[in-house]
């Protein structure tokens, strides 16, 4: 007996209706490389500000979060590259919380046209809470069950 396993296509995954929170904008010309395409340290902030607008989205800013003296440092970031993105194409950014430990968070994201709704990208980061001192710490109780209600 043979057992195949086969994982969602990026397609699908992008199209997954899964997701807590999304960003659309348009590619910054700034964005692109001698290619013109996006050059792949332009996704990194996307990654973040669908994050931030995912506890934005649902009422916890992350800069409370920040203000109470904790911040969530990547430890790991992967990014699968499909299709590329170029300048002034229209892109949305989706994002999931995929899960929540003690002393960390870990994300999902989809990076697709906006228009067509193509995947260009798909991605993860790992994050570990620490405190103002740059030591890893527990994530406080309420904000652990925030992220908690916000997996899916």
């Known amino acids: 007996m043979t057992l195949v396993v086969t994982k969602p296509t990026e397609h699908a995954l ?12 348009h590619v910054r010309y700034a964005e692109t490389d001698q290619m013109g395409i ?5 996704y990194v902030p996307w990654l973040e500000e669908a ?12 800069a409370d979060f920040e203000r109470a003296g904790y911040g969530l440092a990547v430890t790991e970031l992967h990014l699968r590259f499909i299709t590329p993105a170029r300048y002034d194409q229209a892109v949305t950014v989706r994002v999931r919380v995929s899960k929540v430990r003690s002393r960390g968070v870990d994300f999902e994201y989809a990076v697709v046209d906006a228009a067509t709704g193509e995947c260009l990208a798909t991605g993860c980061t790992v994050h570990v809470c620490i405190d103002q001192a740059g030591r890893p710490v527990r994530i406080p109780p309420d904000w652990q069950a925030f992220w908690a209600s916000l997996k899916r």
């Open 38 to 42: 996006v050059h792949h340290s332009a």
């Open 14 to 25: 992008a199209a997954d209706s899964g997701w807590a929170a999304e960003v659309t904008f």
């Open 51 to 62: 994050r931030s607008a995912l506890s934005r989205q649902y009422g916890r800013p992350y």
